[in-house]
């Protein structure tokens, strides 16, 4: 069996896919123990001709081509075919350090680990660091899915729901068939790593460097689509979701708790502000549908902050989102109707 199945979904991606794939293949365990999944789904550059130059040089890389189904099938078509005792998850825009993979599967054998966090850093646009996560002192301890939840949420400052540099027991996953949702095209990651967590009950961390995540303009994390309407649906669809996990598992009262806390978030994301459609306009909306399908009040029992006081608000005083909503309209009216006579007044002056 081999120790890992690294899964790379990848869409108009070329410039970057060869690097990701070399610090992949210039690693310290045998070729013959991972493998390397890349799932080109429907790229409309040259990502498969790269792949495919490089499978002449490396016999551990599979290539799966597909039409177009975005990246949370993507993800799951690798996760069915994968033969790793674990699986990674690695963006195509990423790389890895040369050398420093072998300590993280021993230690996730060592302690039977079904999800390790791995550490980390974040790349500026120009490539120099912004931040790199290690979480030295939580290494060598078996935690609890849940209490690993909060450990990710310490730093306050970088992405807690990451899906990246996260080792995660294929079985484990398959026992619970643990997949992501589809139709999820902004925090898909969020939805699914709660699922994963509330269930796991042997979390590590382990804080030697290894994962390099970049930031590239043109990524959905970079993009304008969290403000769209086809965002929104996917909120909502990942809010219905956590939800009816919550009351098909065999969960425990902690367990049940705990899905508070993602509802909440998934909950108010589908509120948010969809561009080009008033923010009052899509709040009565939104909140029509919320109460149709059983969210009028949110469950607050293992809720904690931030979302614990909108939750609270959005239970006691919904009308508060609406008044708001209209004071950051009228405001942003007013400061467009003033740049806009700013710009005549500079017209007939000069």
Known sequence: MKQLSIIIPMYNVEPYVERCLRSLENQDI????????????????????????????????????????????????????????????VDPDD??????????????????????????????????????????????RLYSGIEAYYINRIDGDTDPDRMVAVLLETSFLKKYNLRYLSDVPYLEDGEFIARILCLAERCIFIGSPFYQRTTRLGSATNSSLFRTEKASCGFFLGLCNLKQFQHSQKLSEKQKSFM????????????????????????????????????????????????????????????????????????????KWLTVSDKKHFISRY
Do not use: W
């Open 30 to 89: 045998p070729k013959n123990d991972y493998e390397i999944i890349c799932i080109n789904d429907g790229s409309p550059d040259n990502c498969r001709t790269v792949v495919e130059g490089l499978q002449d040089e490396y016999n551990n890389i599979i290539l799966i081509n597909q039409e177009n189904q975005g990246v949370s099938k993507a993800r799951n078509n690798g996760i069915e075919i994968a033969s790793g005792k674990y699986i990674m998850f």
């Open 260 to 335: 508070n806390q993602p509802i909440c978030k998934f909950l108010l994301l589908t509120l948010h502000k969809v561009e080009n459609k008033p923010f009052r306009v899509n709040y009565k909306e939104t909140r029509k549908k919320l109460i149709k399908y059983g969210f009028k009040t949110l469950d607050l029992q293992g809720v904690v902050k931030p979302y614990i006081y909108y939750a609270y608000i959005y239970n006691t005083l919904p009308v508060f989102f609406y008044l708001n909503a209209l004071l950051k309209e009228l405001k942003g009216i007013i400061k």
């Open 95 to 140: 790389y890895v350090i040369t050398n420093t993979t072998n300590p993280l599967i021993t230690n996730a054998l060592h302690l039977n680990a079904q999800v390790a966090f791995l550490g980390y850093t974040y790349l500026h646009l120009d490539g120099s660091v912004h931040k790199t996560i290690l979480n030295k002192d939580h290494e060598g």
